[in-house]
């Protein structure tokens, strides 16, 4: 499956953007989705994880209640709303997806920058 990431920008904080992840090549509905980000001199870090129906979704600590996965198998795109926008929220956000334990394909990254 190849996965492209869009929708990153510039933003102040308590803003709100919403990151897209088109997936084509394969069957989009029986992949997991996730986001991942990585901030300049850190470890990319898991943000938020959604089964591939939907059913279930999983958050970082850092983002629950502010974040918002999901997906429309239809459209085979999966989503991350992103509310209440903090400047350390800024890095380089990712999509992957998998079938089993390993996140085997990723997206470019979109850039995602919030201004105190």
């Known amino acids: 499956v190849q996965l492209q990431a869009s929708g990153g920008g510039l933003v102040q904080a308590g803003g709100s953007l919403r990151l897209s992840c088109a997936a084509s090549?394969?069957?989009?509905?029986?992949?997991?989705m996730g986001w991942f980000r990585q901030a300049p001199g850190k470890e990319r870090e898991f943000v938020a994880r959604?089964?591939?129906?939907?059913?279930?979704?999983v958050y970082a600590e850092s983002v629950r209640g502010r974040f918002t996965v999901s997906r429309d198998n239809a459209k085979n795109t999966a989503y991350l709303q992103m509310n209440s926008l903090k400047p350390e929220d800024t890095a380089l956000y990712y999509c992957?997806?998998?079938?089993?334990?390993?996140?085997?394909?990723w997206g470019q990254g979109t850039q995602v920058t919030v201004s105190s």
């Open positions: 959604i089964s591939w129906s939907g059913g279930v979704t």
């Open positions: 090549g394969r069957t989009f509905s029986s992949y997991e």
């Open positions: 992957t997806a998998r079938q089993y334990t390993n996140w085997s394909y």
